[in-house]
Each structure stands twice: as structure tokens, then as C-alpha cells.
């Protein structure tokens, strides 16, 4: 049994969807649906029911998955021990939200600049694989888009941020200073997807009013929403400071008037894991950084 089969049977258990799992690990669905097979027929064992809405882990699987988890925290966490005897540096991953680090690098930057000796290294995710990360003790911190409050973390705010609309020059909504959700009622709308706290935030809102938003396209790169907007294709959900930066005529972005239309931005870590001294210090430096502008 591979390293690689074990990390695909990870993949598959988390996304429960052989399409979704393939993507994510770049092979081909036939390729990973072969090696999950293959895996079982080691095992003696089936470890998902499949149906048409997707792949569900039997109870062997579970047990499975747990071992998977315990065997690659100790693979990670011995690759990262002879690397920093290697290199003289202790590492410190830090997952972070797509969009965070346009606020929060410099401050990052800062760190490394401060600590010679830890190393820094970022990646970014989806909101929710950040949190995903933190809940399986993969990493010991966070930097993510603020959800609901989750008990088993401990989450320290850094800054709010609004949610803005996108609007194209010709449309009835053009001319406004804000919108309300109601606004949004049958309008073709293009936003980042599942798995995105702000796709939570625009779909609670519209149907507390009353109504589903017709969402035309999920994206991943807001910068993207902003030129399909200038197209003409639908309008679009941003965020202010990313708005603020991309120049696009003949394309407004109206805040709304309702307040839970807001981008949170916030550190956090899992209660149940304790912080290295590499942790800590980060954890310390992010929360006193000054250059956060709340708006």
C-alpha cells in the first residue's frame, strides 16, 4: 500500500465525489476510480457505497480515514523535523484564504523579516478547505474568511471588509448609490462558489428575503467577476479593497444597505491543538499588527 493510494482514498472520503476528487488531484476520475478498486480489493473490504449522489464511506472507511489522518500527521511532521535540521529554521504553514492575503501579506512579510529563523511558508485555499484543515489538526493556524463562530476554534478578528456589488454602465441599478438584496431578486448573478463564505453570505441574505439567487456562473478569481461584469454577463459580488484596486470602466461597485453583507477576516487556530513557539509568535505579531483599516 502507497503513499499515493492513501492520499488519494483521503481526497475521495473528504469530497465524497469521484469528479470532484479527480479534479482536485489533477488524474483522471477512471485513474482514481482504478486505484480506490484496487485499494478495497487489498483491504478485502468496501470502503464507500456508491449511488448517484456520490460516494459514501462505509464504517470500514471511516476507520480507515482516522488512520490515514494519524499516518500522514506523522509523515508531515517528519519531513518537517528533518527539514529544519536540514536548514536551521523552523517551519510554520499557514493556509490562508484566497483574497486574505492581499491585506495581510505585508504583515507576514514583516514576520519573516522579525523571526530569521522560522520560515513562513502560505498557500492558498477555498475558505472552506482552510477550515477543513485546521478541523483535521493538519495545520496548527489559519488565515481565512470568518464564518459562523465554530466552538472548537479559537478565532481572533482582524478586520471587516464590505461586499460590494457589481453593476454595468447601462443597467437599471447603474445609477444608485446602494442596493438592498430585494435588488438582486431574478438578476443574473456571477460570484465565487460553494465552499466560499461569501457565497454563504449572498445566499442567506437572499433567502431570508424571500427568494433563491439566480446565480449564473461560480468563479474563483473575483478579479475574473469584475471582467465579465464590464461584458455585460451579469453582475457580480467583490469585495471593496479588491474594487478599489481593479480599474475597470463603464463598472460601479454599490455597497448594500444591508449590514450582513460584509467580508470577515480573521486568524484562527484548533482548541485541541497546542501552539509551537513558531505559532505562537505568529499568532502574536498578526493580532498586533497595526495596519489593518476596518471599514
Not at 475521495?12 to 469528479?19: A, L, P, R, S
Not at 462505509?58 to 523535523?81: C, F, M, N, P
Amino acid at each position: 500500500m502507497e503513499t499515493k493510494t492513501l492520499e488519494y482514498f483521503r481526497v475521495v472520503y473528504q469530497e465524497q465525489n469521484m469528479h470532484r476528487a479527480a479534479d482536485k488531484l489533477y488524474i483522471s476520475q477512471q485513474g482514481l476510480s482504478r486505484t480506490i478498486q484496487t485499494l478495497e480489493k487489498e483491504l478485502e473490504c468496501k470502503l464507500f457505497e456508491r449511488d448517484s449522489l456520490g460516494m459514501h464511506p462505509t464504517a470500514a472507511g471511516d476507520r480507515l480515514y482516522e488512520s490515514v489522518r494519524k499516518i500522514q500527521s506523522e509523515l508531515d511532521g517528519l519531513h518537517r523535523d528533518i527539514e529544519e535540521l536540514t536548514t536551521g529554521k523552523k517551519i510554520l504553514h499557514v493556509p490562508a484564504a484566497y483574497g486574505v492575503l492581499h491585506l495581510l501579506y505585508p504583515a507576514i512579510r514583516q514576520f519573516s523579516e522579525a523571526q530569521p529563523k522560522i520560515e513562513v511558508r502560505w498557500a492558498e485555499h477555498i475558505d472552506q478547505e482552510c477550515e477543513q484543515l485546521l478541523s483535521q489538526q493538519q495545520v496548527e493556524l489559519i488565515l481565512t474568511v470568518l464564518g459562523e463562530d465554530n466552538p472548537a476554534f479559537d478565532i481572533h478578528p482582524l478586520t471587516t471588509r464590505r461586499i460590494m456589488l457589481l453593476v454595468f454602465e447601462g443597467h437599471p441599478l447603474y445609477e444608485k448609490e446602494a442596493v438592498s438584496v430585494q435588488d438582486l431578486k431574478n438578476e443574473k448573478l456571477l460570484t465565487v462558489g460553494h465552499g466560499y463564505q461569501m457565497f454563504a453570505t449572498l445566499q442567506k441574505a437572499c433567502l431570508k428575503a424571500g427568494f433563491y439567487p439566480y446565480i449564473e456562473g461560480e468563479i474563483s478569481e473575483i478579479n475574473l467577476c469584475h471582467k465579465l461584469v464590464h461584458l455585460g454577463e451579469g453582475l457580480g459580488l467583490t469585495v471593496d479593497f479588491i474594487a478599489d484596486m481593479v480599474d475597470q470602466k463603464n463598472v460601479r461597485a454599490l455597497h448594500f444597505v444591508e449590514d450582513c453583507f460584509t467580508w470577515r477576516v480573521g486568524i484562527v487556530r484548533n482548541k485541541k491543538t497546542p501552539l509551537s513557539p513558531a505559532a505562537k509568535a505568529f499568532w502574536k505579531h498578526i493580532i498586533n499588527w497595526p495596519c489593518l483599516d476596518n471599514k
